[in-house]
């Protein structure tokens, strides 16, 4: 006796060898032997053997007609062997009512199986419908392969053209369109940056990256909407100064400027002005809500996506013969010995005489320059003096720095600066303490930290940068939080600092700006009057929005930095260069701010200078490959070696953009 029966959704012939209970013993025709369950037997049979039988019945699947066959079958539940005496005619033979068994089975948009040989013909709407569907499916692939032979051939179809950033940042993995960018990068053994690149569907690796950015970031582009520029207070008194801005030469968002004023009784006034986009953009107003949707300017080299609109910020810059508004902190000092005698925060309107450029200056201001007064520049009297105050400042700090037991801070770091004009990209060293940069950098923090000061002495809350070790632990390795409290800043040396001195491209500096605005003016009944009140939930999630935005910008200038040292390497040819060793297996380039990792390579001491071989580079994934030509005999340290580099560490502070490199440099203290 042989047997046709269903095992795990499969169909399978045997011979009988015995039968036990509610099992029979079948041997399949490999030989192998096994139990099947009298339930799951739909044949029983003598002839023709099981090999012949499913081969026959194959062959009857194939010539069965699934259309006839379901109008045969009607609408109620049936057995395979009524279905069968019906399209066969007669009693089917056992290959018929196999063959029609698989052909039942195979069909399940025909028949819905309803138990072991028993089915049901679909309802001919469902029937019907599924056909479509499975007609549309063979049209989709029919089409996806024309896509895919396009793709290989380096052409975008043209369905593809308007969906580019989808289907490589957040792709519909049903679409016809991502399956055949799939499919062609499988078979090109690529992937679909690199395949849309070679497309046209992206113009560059530097598209690319922007691209990535933008959808992530700006979803429905960097674009402003139309807003009215704010207009400041008329009533605003006149500051009896000539203010004075020290920028990089592509600073547009000009927002603190200097002035010195000597007094009658032999002491001097130093004003630190910021511009004051405070006094007119106003909490919840349309520019504040398009303020806050960015929470910073996005720097990069060559290019920049500003916070505010530029109209909004040429009416609050402070740009060279000008009268701008402005929230100024004035500091009565004893140059004896640059003491602060004292403070006063008043807003106001604020001439601006110059707009100082460090690519004018940087050649001819410096620590021996000021020390014997040679040279001729503008401010030239002024810059003296604060310079005098600055590097007092700095020694106040880092004695409060020692304090928290901390190492001073290290100047032996190296900033740099990029230029892009035309797709060329320079770059160019500074060395960090440089007098100008001190200069910003000393003035920010003081104004940052007494205002700070100002806020908690009002019962105002803000939104401070605190570094240190705190109570459980929270800051072990030293890192920054952002908190809506006064708290000590122990990297800088201070006892709290609030970002305030950058409202045009920072919305933290803007938030603590209205706060500010509300002490000075209304002194003790500020905490009445301030538009953030203690505890603050809508002042919270500015303090997280922002920590998000900014972390993302920071990254985002980062990759175009990384991404414009590989360009810079193009541009130069430069296949042998120097490098210094930061720490184990990381390097940086001399004359770029490269860093690459050299797994397994020999030990060499930080700060050592050595020659490498660049093999190669990709734009796309920003990598890089090289390899050491060459190890000085002595371990020589190069004089600029960051000999302080934390490796998996970010530091302090990203470095915004040229203009803003003083300042964060100068909040980021070497690592512990």
């Known amino acids: ?187 090109l053994h690529t992937n679909p940056q690199r395949l849309m690149l070679a497309a046209g569907g992206i113009a560059s690796p530097k598209a690319l990256h922007m691209a990535k950015f933008l959808f992530e970031n700006f979803p429905r582009g960097a674009g402003f909407p139309d807003v009215p520029v704010p207009v400041p207070p008329t009533n605003l008194p006149l500051a009896d100064v000539q203010a004075f801005s020290i920028d990089d030469v592509t600073t547009t968002e000009i927002d603190d400027a200097f002035s010195v004023t000597k007094l009658d009784d032999g002491n001097v006034r130093i004003g630190i002005h910021i511009a004051a986009p405070g006094l007119g953009i106003q909490p919840d107003d349309a520019v504040d809500k398009m303020a806050r949707a960015r929470m910073s300017t996005v720097y990069m080299p060559g290019d920049k996506i500003t916070m505010l609109p530029d109209a909004i910020v040429e009416a609050f810059t402070l740009a060279e013969g000008k009268t701008c508004p402005a929230l100024s902190l004035y500091a009565t000092l004893n140059p004896a010995d640059w003491s602060v005698i004292a403070t006063e925060t008043r807003a106001e309107m604020v001439p601006i005489a110059n707009n100082l450029r460090h690519n004018d200056l940087d050649d001819l201001v410096n620590e021996e320059t000021l020390a014997s007064g040679e040279g001729d520049y503008p401010h030239k009297e002024s810059l003296g003096l604060i310079w005098k105050w600055a590097q007092v400042l700095e020694a106040a700090r880092m004695v409060k720095r020692e304090g928290f037991g901390l190492k001073p801070e290290q100047n032996n770091r190296v900033d740099f600066n990029f230029y892009v004009e035309d797709d060329v990209v320079t770059v160019s060293r ?16 003081f104004a940052n930290s007494t205002w700070g000061k100002l806020m908690h002495d009002h019962g105002v809350p803000g939104i401070y940068r605190s570094q240190g070790q705190g109570v459980g632990g929270w800051a072990a390795k030293m890192q920054v939080r952002m908190l809506t409290h006064a708290a000590p800043h122990q990297g800088l040396g201070v006892d709290q600092y609030a970002w305030s001195t950058s409202p045009l491209r920072r919305y933290t500096d803007l938030v603590n700006q209205w706060q500010i605005l509300a002490c000075a003016e209304h002194g003790v009944t500020a905490p009445l009057v301030a538009h953030f009140k203690h505890k603050d939930a809508n002042l919270f999630a ?97 004089a600029d070696a960051e000999l302080d580099y934390e490796d998996e560490e970010a530091p302090e502070e990203a470095v915004d953009a040229p203009e803003v490199a003083v300042e964060a440099a100068a909040e980021a203290p070497a690592a512990e």
């Open 542 to 638: 500015i303090v997280s929005q922002f920590d998000a935005a900014y972390a993302a910008y920071g990254d985002h200038q980062s990759n175009m930095e990384r991404y414009w040292c590989l360009r810079w390497l193009g541009q130069q040819d430069a296949r042998q260069v120097e490098a210094v060793v930061l720490k184990d297996e990381v390097l940086r380039l001399v004359d770029i701010p490269l860093i690459i990792r050299l797994p397994g390579m020999p030990q060499v001491a930080r700060g050592a200078q050595v020659k490498l071989d660049i093999l190669r580079w990709d734009e796309v994934d920003l990598t890089i490959e090289a390899r050491i030509l060459e190890i000085p005999a002595t371990d020589t340290v190069a």
């Open 1 to 187: 006796m042989n047997l046709f029966f269903e095992e795990s959704g499969d169909f399978k012939v045997g011979s009988m060898m015995s039968q036990a209970g509610e099992a029979y013993q079948v041997e399949m025709a490999s030989g192998k032997r096994t139990k099947v369950k009298i339930k799951d037997v739909l044949l029983q049979y003598e002839k023709p053997s099981p090999t012949d039988l499913m081969e026959q019945a194959k062959a009857v699947a194939a010539d069965i007609d699934l259309d006839f066959l379901w109008e045969v079958a009607g609408e109620e539940e049936f057995g395979f062997a009524e279905l069968g005496a019906e399209y066969f005619g007669h009693a089917p033979l056992p290959a018929e009512a196999a063959g029609l068994i698989l052909s039942l089975h195979s069909a399940p948009i025909y028949f819905y199986k309803k138990g072991r040989g028993r089915y049901k013909a679909a309802p001919e709407q469902s029937l019907r419908a599924a056909q479509a569907g499975i007609e549309k499916k063979k049209q989709q692939a029919l089409v996806q392969a024309e896509y895919v032979e396009e793709l290989k051939a380096n052409k975008l179809p043209a369905s593809m053209q308007n969906i580019v950033m989808q289907l490589l940042f957040k792709p519909d993995k049903n679409s016809i369109e991502y399956k055949a960018l799939e499919a062609a990068c499988n078979e």
């Open 430 to 445: 500074r060395k960090r303490g440089a007098p100008l940069d001190k200069i910003v950098a000393e003035l920010m923090i």
